[in-house]
């Protein structure tokens, strides 16, 4: 609304036209929400047609309308609404009476179901009317519209991924470039676009090339992401897919010695070691559980990796120690990835602690710049300024705290 109104400013020294995507070349400003009252009704088109009692009664022009519309168009129909505040009404009728409006909405082809509610929508038409203008289509020839019921966003992008590439085996003359898909909110859906889509290398038969738009700035930054997870370690239950999704951020990987091929043995390791969640039977005993429940923790996990480097097989040698079974596959050089592991469990367990005691403003200031020394090392130049632009945060809010 304040770019509005900047422009309408401007365009008392200056001429400001506004392009932008209207789906109807009728006014339907109130087809949704009926309270609302015709503010520039003199100078809006209508539909040759449309009932003569609808042009004197607001309330019913919303019965007019195609519903997708009402269901989807609000965030148009609101912006519409906007322009319509600071449009001239006497410059548009003017242009109406000298013929001199520009009318640039082009009719979509009409022989797919697509087609007819593209078209349907561009008219204005009712489903009454709807029903009565367009013949019944063959649907099991006609794939322009499809629905999949799907139980979870992952699948959703499972069969999203097959679909886009029985588009492509299809047509030849489709390019990624071309595909556009559009979610209700994207900071929800990236995740699993990321697992779904980025699990093929680029080269794979069924590699798609990617890009996810419109994310806040937290979510689209790893190391942003990684910092928002630390922060909630006091109340972290140390899943093994926690773990695993802070070892997929870079900086994190860089602080603690780890590349990203050594993810999979990794990933490998926490699986076969059958550790599910929680550090030790301590950190479990505060969430209610017996103290002595020390299965399947990182501690149960780790001790177990560690005496299979030293033992070997369990069965090789002889009965287990103090009731550990070893987990024979750490062996090698791959065998010096457990360091950097424990390493970085060992810093969240400790972070943990830190993080839940009592602080005062300047000691959060001071813990907060150490928690990001201690867990982040930036890997590229774009990540040195964000962790940069953290810490100048940071520094300002010292400043404020002790001046205040």
């Known amino acids: 609304q304040r770019t509005l109104?900047?422009?309408a400013s401007l365009a008392g020294i200056s001429e400001v036209v506004l392009c932008l995507l209207n789906p109807c070349q009728f006014y339907w400003g109130e087809i949704i929400e009926?309270?609302?009252?015709?503010?520039?009704y003199a100078r809006q088109q209508r539909r040759e047609g449309m009932p003569a009692e609808l042009h004197h009664s607001p309330e019913q022009l919303h019965l007019h309308a195609h519903p997708l519309l009402a269901a989807w168009g609000k965030q148009g129909r609101d912006y519409l609404q906007l322009l319509s505040e600071h449009d001239n009404t006497d410059v548009a009728a003017m242009s109406a009476l000298l013929d001199q409006s520009v009318d640039l909405f082009l009719p979509p082809p009409?022989?797919?179901?697509?087609?007819q509610l593209q078209d349907d929508i561009l008219h204005l038409r009712p489903l009454a009317e709807t029903r009565e203008l367009w013949p019944a289509l063959t649907l099991e020839r006609d794939a322009s519209i499809r629905f999949h019921c799907c139980h979870s966003p992952q699948r959703e992008l499972e069969v999203l991924h097959d679909?886009?590439?029985?588009?492509f085996a299809e047509d030849a003359?489709?390019?990624?470039?071309?595909?556009?898909v559009m979610v209700p909110d994207i900071n929800d859906y990236a995740p699993y676009i990321d697992a779904v889509f980025g699990q093929f290398a680029p080269g794979e038969p069924r590699h798609l090339p990617y890009h996810v738009a419109d994310q806040q700035q937290r979510h689209r930054e790893p190391m942003l992401v990684a910092l928002e997870t630390l922060l909630t370690l006091p109340k972290m239950r140390f899943r093994a897919s926690e773990i695993l999704d802070l070892l997929d951020i870079p900086p994190l990987r860089e602080r603690f010695g780890l590349s990203e091929s050594d993810l999979p043995t990794l990933q490998r390791w926490i699986r076969e070691a059958?550790?599910?969640w929680g550090l030790d039977a301590t950190q479990r005993s505060e969430l209610g559980l017996p103290r002595h429940d020390e299965l399947h923790t990182w501690r149960f996990g780790l001790e177990r990796m560690l005496m299979g480097y030293a033992v070997g097989e369990a069965s090789e040698a002889g009965d287990d120690w103090n009731d550990i079974v070893p987990y024979d596959e750490v062996a090698g050089l791959d065998a010096a990835l457990v360091g950097p592991l424990y390493r970085l469990l060992l810093t969240l367990s400790q972070w943990r602690q830190r993080l839940n005691e009592p602080k005062t403003a300047i000691e959060w200031d001071q813990a907060l710049s150490a928690l990001l020394a201690d867990t982040?090392?930036?890997t590229t130049g774009t990540e040195e300024a964000l962790l940069g632009r953290v810490q100048a945060a940071l520094e300002a809010w010292q400043e404020e705290i002790t001046s205040a």
Request: aromatic share 0%; hydrophobic share 45%.
């Open 5 to 7: 109104e900047v422009l």
């Open 34 to 40: 009926t309270q609302e009252v015709l503010r520039r």
């Open 110 to 115: 009409t022989d797919t179901l697509l087609g």
């Open 163 to 167: 679909q886009l590439l029985a588009a």
């Open 173 to 180: 003359t489709l390019e990624p470039r071309d595909i556009m």
């Open 274 to 276: 059958n550790i599910r």
């Open 376 to 378: 982040l090392a930036p």
